[in-house]
């Protein structure tokens, strides 16, 4: 009979033989899967922690810069609101100082009675009355005119040119700027929120197969996918953010070179204003110098009238 017990070759050939990996049991499996769980979610809790404060900062700060930039549309329409009335009160006063021409006018004489050098001397006295009225009168036309050139010219070299024209491409370029930083603020915005939904999609899977044990086998593969998912959209959100980064500070670069661009403008605009405004209420003052010396009616009160006696 053959002997039953292993030859010493068959031990010596078992012997050097590795030993058998035995099979993961289901319970390292989900001893793995809750570190990998507990290690992700400590990275989000970190990440959260730094990048969410800064998300909601930058959100304030460009709420911020909304209002810096509409500040200065708005200013703009203040200025050509305010020249565009002080124009029409200035065309105002011009009608209003020809209708005061009216009022000195001379009125239709019923005839005068001359008799010696009483009725003489009165005849003169009313002729420098009435050419100082007349020079007044005129001095009023000539006022008006010069009212109105005024505001020819400032509309044509203050309001229209340099203003209007300033004003309409400074509100061109802030919508283009508003919408262009509202679409990196939601893409910003979007993106956070895609890895705050990719987490909690993820965490609550974990949960519900780690309380069930039921087809976790066959459920495995859709775990893995959602922390993917989540891994994915952390790094858009570093994308996202360095592209937010680099397009506001081009905004910002843009809104500065526009404000200085924009200050000139009205810097000049309001320089050549008053400049125009000085000069002519120094021709206006300057007009008034001949009626005031036609207005002194030089004449002898006591010998008219002792004429007249």
């Known amino acids: 009979m053959e002997s039953a017990e292993p030859s010493t070759t068959d031990v010596s050939m078992a012997a050097s033989e590795p030993p058998t990996a035995s099979e993961p049991t289901s319970e390292d499996v989900w ?17 959260s922690a730094q990048i969410d404060k800064f998300q909601t900062r930058d959100r304030a700060y460009w709420r911020q810069f909304q209002e810096e930039i509409r500040h200065g549309g708005d200013e703009n329409t203040r200025l050509l609101k305010f020249l565009t009335l002080r124009l029409q009160a200035d065309l105002a006063y011009a009608e209003a100082l020809r209708q005061t021409r009216a009022a000195l006018e001379t009125p239709a004489s019923h005839g005068t009675e001359a008799n010696g050098a009483a009725g003489s001397d009165q005849l003169n006295v009313q002729s420098s009355v009435s ?71 993820y965490e609550e899977l974990f949960k519900q197969m780690e309380s069930e044990k039921e087809g976790a086998d066959t459920r495995r593969q859709d ?87």
Not at 168 to 185: C, F, H, I, N, Q
């Open 223 to 309: 775990l893995w996918l959602a922390e993917m998912s989540y891994c994915i959209n952390v790094q858009k959100l570093h994308q996202c953010r360095v592209e937010y980064v680099t397009g506001m500070s081009a905004l910002f670069q843009q809104y500065k070179t526009m404000e200085v661009w924009r200050a000139s403008v009205i810097q000049t605009a309001l320089d050549t204003y008053i400049r125009k405004q000085k000069l002519t209420y120094g021709e206006m003052a300057g007009a008034m110098t001949e009626p005031l010396a036609a207005a002194q009616v030089q004449y002898n009160p006591e010998y008219f009238l002792l004429s007249c006696a």
């Open 31 to 47: 001893q793995l899967k809750r570190d990998s769980y507990a290690a992700l979610r400590a990275f989000e809790s970190q990440r």
């Open 131 to 201: 050419k100082a009225l007349h020079a007044v009168g005129e001095v009023q036309t000539q006022l008006a005119e010069k009212l109105v050139q005024l505001t020819t010219v400032v509309k044509r070299e203050v309001t229209t040119k340099p203003l209007e024209e300033m004003a309409a491409t400074y509100k061109e370029r802030v919508t283009s700027m508003l919408a262009e930083g509202d679409k990196l603020d939601a893409m910003l915005f979007q993106s956070q929120k895609n890895v705050l939904t990719a987490f909690g999609k």
